[in-house]
């Protein structure tokens, strides 16, 4: 039987904002129908998804945009 691959690491917490799990990334809609994806959906999904958390999960500072000042 061949492995189905995922991005699930055992954190599984939907964000109330974004829908999306902390853990992983994947909506619950993905992780609803993974297993019945073909292979390839699964890679696509996978490839985008450590941009998917920088943009939902990212903590910016209110400050990162001020210039720096010297010591």
Do not use: N
């Not at 690491?9 to 019945?36: A, F, N, P, Q």
């Amino acid at each position: 039987m061949t492995r189905v691959s995922s991005p699930c690491i055992r954190v599984c917490t939907l964000d109330s904002e974004t829908g999306l799990c902390e853990g992983c990334g994947r909506t619950r809609e993905e992780i609803t129908h993974w297993y019945r994806m073909p292979e390839e959906e699964r890679q696509q999904i996978m490839a985008g998804l450590p941009e998917r958390m920088r943009q939902a999960f990212s903590l910016e500072s209110p400050f990162a945009s001020e210039p720096r000042k010297a010591d």
